[in-house]
């Protein structure tokens, strides 16, 4: 079945920009219907979606991290990766990688995240 | 975009039915049947419970239902078990085709 894993550092200084990958196996990322996105998770806090790449290259964000994010797909790696610039310690968080599946027939759709990679908690300190 | 209204924290005797609510809009939760239910153990990731409102995953146990009223849905854990001692969020499709998750609601087996 497919599997997603995040990598990239798990410390990065204020200001600088965040960059997680997530490899996708047991499966491609150029498939119809499903959506690879970045949820993130702060300490001791709740889910945050931040968006999505579809393996076009379209892409849909979280409209309050919008002008600081940007998710892209690498087809050729079957991998994709979040990029989120100007980072605070407010960014500290698990960030999750998330199989969105978005199927569709006519006007009936269903929605779902699954599977999820195990996060990496990337901190923002100095 | 606002985080979905969860309550804090909901409790149960083992074999007792609990339930717990999700309160958004009608611009997500009222608007569309794409409600989605995730289970969270301590440090690990997220399980999805339900999907599309009450539409159970292969392989999750029967006893989790999902329902929706309105700009309510709601997860009924029937048979309360030690091991469905964890966080619960729920997800929604919202009307700017972005997503948004409820606060999430701890559950605790007395």
């Known amino acids: 079945q497919v599997q997603l894993q995040e990598s990239g550092p798990g410390l990065v200084k204020p200001s600088e920009t965040l960059s997680l990958t997530c490899a996708v196996s047991?499966?491609?990322?150029?498939?119809?219907?499903?959506?690879w996105s970045w949820i993130r998770q702060p300490p001791g806090k709740g889910l945050e979606w931040i968006g999505y790449v579809f393996y076009t290259g379209r892409t849909n964000y979280s409209p309050s991290l919008k002008s600081r994010v940007t998710i892209s797909v690498d087809t050729s790696r079957n991998q994709f990766s979040l990029r989120l610039n100007s980072v605070t310690a407010a960014d500290t968080a698990v960030y999750y990688c998330v199989r969105e599946t978005a199927y569709c027939v006519g006007d009936l759709c269903s929605y779902w995240f699954d599977p999820w990679g195990q996060g990496t908690l990337v901190t923002v300190s100095s | 975009q606002s985080a979905l209204t969860q309550p804090a924290s909901v409790s149960g005797s083992p074999g007792q039915s609990i339930t717990i609510s999700c309160t958004g809009t009608s611009s997500d939760v009222g608007g569309y049947n794409y409600v989605s239910w995730y289970q969270q153990h301590p440090g690990k990731a997220p399980k999805l419970m339900i999907y599309d409102v009450h539409i159970r995953p292969s392989g999750v146990s029967n006893r989790f239902s999902g329902s929706k009223s309105g700009n309510t849905a709601s997860l009924t854990i029937s048979g309360l078990q030690a091991e469905d001692e964890a966080d619960y969020y729920c997800?929604?499709?919202?009307?700017?085709?972005?997503?948004?998750f409820g606060v999430g609601t701890k559950v605790t087996v007395l």
């Open positions: 997800s929604s499709f919202t009307n700017s085709r972005t997503r948004v």
């Open positions: 047991g499966g491609s990322v150029s498939t119809d219907n499903y959506y």
